[in-house]
């Protein structure tokens, strides 16, 4: 008898938590919905527009297709696979940097010209936005730091804590393979 009520109140007690899970999660989803905050008008978001370039996958990495425009690409033909958020000591090749970008993060990426102490700081910046931020070096570039988004770039000569800050900040979550919040690309035909 005593063995029933143990089984019966462990069933109580599991089942009990598992709406509590349920219901935590829901409320999670429903709150993360009304704090979505508009969007930025276009004159507050920094860096520069870049045209649309595309959007189609590639069937791999050095799949020919059209040069990008804009040295990092802010938009166009791109890998199927992505690389995660973080901090990569090697150059992320193109296609991949793209696929990145289509997802709403961020790239902070540096030339050789960029100094060790330079490289930390931005990494350290780039440590602060887990989920937004991809670091990374980009030889292409040849000097300072380039910040993309989907179809946007600033550039800077030196890391400037305050510039990088506002770029993630502001730009990141734009977009995700669509405009949310009411974005645009603030391109002009």
């Not at 506002?166 to 393979?177: I, L």
Request: include cysteine; aromatic fraction near 6%.
């Amino acid at each position: 008898m005593r063995r029933r009520w143990l089984g019966l109140l462990v069933g109580i007690i599991v089942t009990s938590l598992s709406v509590l899970t349920m219901s935590g999660l829901a409320v999670g989803v429903l709150v993360g919905q009304f704090t979505d905050r508009a969007a930025l008008p276009c004159d507050q978001v920094p860096g520069t527009p870049q045209p649309f370039e595309g959007d189609r996958h590639i069937a791999y990495e050095s799949a020919p297709h059209d040069p990008y425009r804009s040295k990092p690409p802010t938009s166009g033909p791109h890998s199927p696979r992505v690389v995660i958020p973080g901090i990569y000591r090697d150059p992320i090749v193109e296609e991949l940097q793209v696929h990145v970008l289509e997802h709403g993060h961020v790239l902070l990426q540096y030339g050789s010209d960029v100094s060790a102490s330079d490289v930390e700081r931005l990494e350290r910046l780039g440590r602060k936005h887990p989920r937004d931020v991809v670091v990374a070096p980009y030889p292409a570039l040849g000097r300072g730091i380039a910040m993309t988004g989907w179809q946007r770039l600033q550039r800077l000569d030196a890391v400037d804590d305050q510039a990088v800050e506002q770029f993630v900040t502001k730009v990141a979550g734009r977009y995700d393979h669509q405009w949310r919040n009411g974005a645009t690309p603030c391109t002009h035909p």
